[in-house]
């Protein structure tokens, strides 16, 4: 029997999510099984996952999936290279994955596995480094980089879940997996935008009070209306911005040190704007620079918060 892994947050679950477990266990067979490795209550963003990781678990197998397990923390609060390691590595583990199943704008493996190839060059790092002293970020500085080596072929690189899928890859390649690729094309909204099949619309409507069932798989809608129902959802951060403020501002000088992707003095700015900014927002704006994502101050904040060292 095939079995394919998928990599996921469904944070939530929306049709296009669904779409894909479908287009992939069409791909292995009537009895291909699915098994999803999931994040748990908080996700690769840095930010509170809307469900609980039970809640979430439950409406992927109301949706399609066989199996949920769970991927520890460390790597969902990590970039998208150690979110991407931890996921294989964690589906390799199960001894049961014939393959790994993602989605991309590319639609295509060849495209995505030359990409890989060209990042895992040796001579990738030093080609980084050269493009990081113009002050860009370093997923532009990636793409230039690849762009020296492969030319247009690197534009793929400015698509998010191409980017996931060429991590994946590369993950692959590095652990010796067994497991083989298979990707669906994404259509429609992007990652984290805010497109009708989006996780970042459906949690947008969510906070602004509305009920965004029509956009999600109805066996999907009617768990999450059960943990609204019941009070466990959603859930944003500004609901514990006390606490989290709160854990920050007690923190030791030597625990910023210590945090993941602390480097050339962001931890220290981190812990500088802890201790005068009113709100988490306003920390992370403060903290924030041209070279360094948003996303990546979220995550260095949570692991502050939750005790997460490098």
Known sequence: MKTAGIICEYNPIHNGHVRHIAQTRAMLGEDGAIVCAMSGNFVQRGDFAVFTKHARAMSA?????????????PYVLSSAEGFAR????????LGVCTHLSFGSEAGETGRLLALADCLLRADMPALIGEELKSGISFARARQRAAERIIGKKAEDLSMPNNILGVEYLKALKESGSVMAPLTVRRFGAQHDSDGAE????LRRLL??????????PASAAR????????GRGPVFMED????????LRMLPDESFARLPDASEGL???LRRYARTMPTVRSILESTKTKRYSMSRLRRMQLCADLGVAA
Do not use: F, I, N
């Open 61 to 73: 197998v109301a949706s399609g999936a066989d199996l949920v397990v769970e991927l520890p923390l």
């Open 86 to 93: 931890g996921g294989v590595g964690l589906l390799e583990a």
């Open 198 to 201: 989006s996780a970042s619309k």
């Open 207 to 216: 906070k602004e009070g509305m009920k965004p069932w029509v956009l999600m």
């Open 223 to 230: 768990v999450l209306k059960t943990e609204v129902a019941r």
């Open 240 to 247: 514990a911005e006390t606490a989290v403020l709160s854990r």
């Open 267 to 269: 931890e220290l700015r």
